[in-house]
């Protein structure tokens, strides 16, 4: 039971790092009114949004395997 514990909390983990990031930023960016700051904003909200992409995608296969440890034996 307390092996099944671990597992959730490492799902939830995994789940969390590599949910979807920037989707309701830039929406409500995007819903913005026109104004002298809005493609600013929209900007800097773009480089946040690839910035939290690139590093969590990158840094996800190492978190997985801090998680569950290697696969041993190939796939499967």
Request: glycine share 14%; net charge positive; hydrophobic share 45%.
């Amino acid at each position: 039971m307390h092996h099944d514990r671990a597992n959730r909390r490492g799902a939830l983990i995994i789940l969390t790092w590599a949910g979807l990031r920037g989707g309701v930023a830039l929406a409500l960016v995007l819903s913005l009114p026109a104004n002298p700051y809005r493609d600013t904003i929209l900007a800097v909200c773009y480089v946040v949004v690839a910035f939290t992409i690139l590093v969590q995608g990158l840094t996800l296969e190492p978190i997985g395997r801090r998680l569950y440890g290697e696969r041993r034996g190939g796939h499967g």
